[in-house]
Every structure is written in C-alpha cells, then in structure tokens.
C-alpha cells in the first residue's frame, strides 16, 4: 500500500496498472502459501488425533471390597528416586536370597510420602515369605476387609488408579485406615527367577502389565 500511495503522488512512475497487478500477483503467491500452510497444519492434526487414539489407555477393573488374610512380609524401605526403584529391587532379593527366605507372593510397594526434596519418594517394598521368621525386617500385615482394583497398563497410568479408588471409597462412605499397596502381580518381577538372578521382567510390553491396588477400610455398620 505504501508503494501505491507513492506512485499515486508520482504522475512520472509509468502505468499505474502493472503496478497493481504486480501486487496482485505478490498477494496471490502469499495466499498460495497459507493455504499450503494451512492444509499441513490440518494433515498434521488428524495424524495427531488418530495416533492418540490408538494409544492403550489403562484397563481398570470394578471396585470391590476383598477379605485378606494376615499375610508375613520382608520389607525395605527407603527415600529415592522413583527411576531407581529398580536398584531397589534388587536389593530386596538379594537380602532374601542373603537370608534364605523363601518367597511366597507378588512383590509390593507402598509409597508413604511422595514429593520429597530432589524429586525422591519415600517407598517401601515389601515381599511375602514363608515360615515365622523372626529377623530384622520381617512383619506382619494386618488382616481385614481391603477395598480393591486391578489396573492393566503402564506403572505411569497408575494415578488414574488411585484416583478411581479414592472416589470409591468416598461414595461407598468406607474409610481408609492403612497405607495403600500396590501388587505387582504382572510385571516388574519375572514370575520365575533364581537366586540372585532377580532382574526387572523387560518382555512384557508396558500395556500388559498388571498392578493391584489394594488399601485397607473401615467398615460401619
């Protein structure tokens, strides 16, 4: 506009109409260019859209209310970094394996306080073994009535979990009296192992896994 509003004060500027065309022809080539843009913005947001949906959200289970029994666990329990709970672990079987303690459950975890200073968490892993053993670590989980539900998918779609339970309970007016227990009863842990040979079961994809959550209520009559 600024070129036109000159060459309309200029009389000596030649014919005013390849000017406009000239214009014309510039406005033309931008418009093609957007409507490019414009169509590979569309293209773009339908390939995001059905890459989305193709993605396995997490596989839940119905609530329920579930009668356990006393159950005899070894446990550990630290401050780390949730990425190293694998290195937890480890450690966890090599003090079994350590005290000869024969192992019979899933392994657990509970995580009693999240958010701590340097992004750690405070988790403590817990494994059901035979026998009365009376050594350092070892205790007792309380039986009772265990508000329940499975969670099929990766470990980072376990909050949706968490967060279906804690509803549960609230509509069914059932009160938490423990910490929450997550079971790995797929994954994690291969179901077969030797000794010392314990390593995280990498074969299973991370929509296969299978985590129980389990947490103990108060029942009103």
């Not at 059901?128 to 508000?147: D, F, M, R, S």
């Not at 299973?204 to 209520?217: A, F, I, N, Q």
């Amino acid at each position: 506009m600024a070129q036109i509003r000159e060459f309309l004060e200029n009389q000596d500027s030649g014919p005013w109409e390849g000017l406009f065309e000239e214009k014309l022809r510039e406005l033309e080539q931008k418009r093609k260019q957007l409507d490019e843009q414009m169509e590979q913005m569309r293209r773009l947001k339908e390939q995001v859209a059905k890459a989305s949906s193709l993605l396995p959200g997490p596989m839940m289970s119905e609530c329920c209310l579930e009668e356990r029994e006393a159950l005899r666990v070894y446990t550990i329990r630290r401050h780390i970094k949730p990425v190293f709970i694998d290195n937890l672990v480890q450690d966890l079987f090599d003090r079994v394996y350590a005290f000869n303690l024969t192992v019979k459950g899933k392994l657990m975890a509970i995580f009693h306080e999240r958010g701590l200073s340097q992004g750690e968490a405070d988790v403590e892993l817990l494994l059901p073994v035979e026998g009365n053993a009376q050594i350092e670590g070892c205790k007792v989980l309380p039986a009772g009535t265990y508000a329940c539900l499975k969670i099929k998918g990766p470990y980072s779609e376990l909050g949706a979990g968490y967060e279906r339970l804690q509803h549960w309970l609230a509509e069914q007016n059932l009160t938490r009296k423990g910490d929450y227990l997550e079971i790995y009863e797929q994954g994690l842990v291969p179901s077969e192992y030797t000794g010392r040979e314990i390593h995280p079961d990498l074969s299973l994809p991370p929509s296969e896994l299978m985590t129980k959550l389990c947490v103990p209520v108060a029942l009103w009559e």
